[in-house]
């Protein structure tokens, strides 16, 4: 893929975080493309260690939405057709498919293209976090139109949608993915996935009250970005 950029976060809060983001991220610095991470509070220790990797642009920014889009928007700043937008823990991902996925061709035809977890990969997920994601699936299937996986995190998507991520309150949370998809159903756009055994690491397979209740959280927030994107104004990128 021709000028794309990266965008990522990042939030270490103690050192099992850090030391899982510090591996990640150098290995995604060895693609050696520019990246653009915001933190959200990890340690001095930490930041240092992000500054020093090569081609990262560091910002600082706190909530979910206000880090990704601060990424966003300065990755913007370069002049990228395409942003390839990530979580930053995905060591396996980086390892085996990242480069994989940024050879598939693109063209302006384009809005988002989706790395999607395969059945085998999918079932590898706790089953609290498989029921709500198989709802957000879903709804996401209702409005965009395609049976596919939404939820695994990396996704490229094109430069033509940041005009409507504005429209976005900073509270949305995980609710700006689902947005950018549906606005690019209804700018006509593809959404495409790129499918692969993306498999759950071994270290999140077990849950607990407090990551269940997280799932919901994040299912609530899928759900409110998929209607908010359906009143947007095309027009103006605002509703």
């Not at 085996?96 to 790395?115: E, M």
């Not at 991520?165 to 993915?177: K, Q, S, T, Y």
Request: aromatic letters at 10%; glycine letters at 6%; charged letters at 25%.
């Amino acid at each position: 893929m021709n000028r794309v950029c990266i965008a990522t976060i990042s939030w270490a809060r103690n050192e099992d975080e850090e030391r899982i983001l510090r591996e990640a991220l150098s290995k995604l610095a060895s693609l050696e493309m520019p990246v653009f991470i915001t933190d959200g509070g990890s340690s001095e220790s930490f930041r240092t260690f992000l500054g020093m990797l090569p081609n990262f642009t560091v910002l600082e920014a706190k909530g979910l939405w206000p880090q990704a889009k601060s990424s966003i928007k300065a990755a913007q700043e370069t002049g990228a057709e395409f942003i390839f937008y990530t979580e930053p823990d995905k060591l396996e991902f980086f390892s085996d498919h990242i480069s994989k996925l940024l050879r598939q061709p693109i063209d302006n035809t384009l809005g988002v293209l989706l790395a999607s977890r395969s059945a085998k990969a999918f079932a590898t997920f706790p089953s609290f976090q498989k029921m709500t994601e198989t709802a957000i699936n879903d709804c996401c299937k209702e409005i965009v139109g395609k049976p596919i996986d939404y939820c695994y995190g990396p996704f490229v998507f094109n430069k033509r949608l940041i005009a409507y991520l504005d429209a976005l309150d900073d509270h949305c949370g995980w609710g700006w993915r689902p947005f950018v998809f549906a606005v690019a159903q209804r700018m006509g756009l593809r959404v495409e996935s790129f499918v692969g055994d993306f498999n759950c690491p071994a270290e999140q397979r077990e849950d607990d009250q407090a990551e269940r209740i997280y799932r919901m959280k994040q299912l609530a927030q899928n759900i409110n970005g998929l209607v908010k994107a359906t009143g947007i104004d095309m027009g103006k990128g605002s509703v």
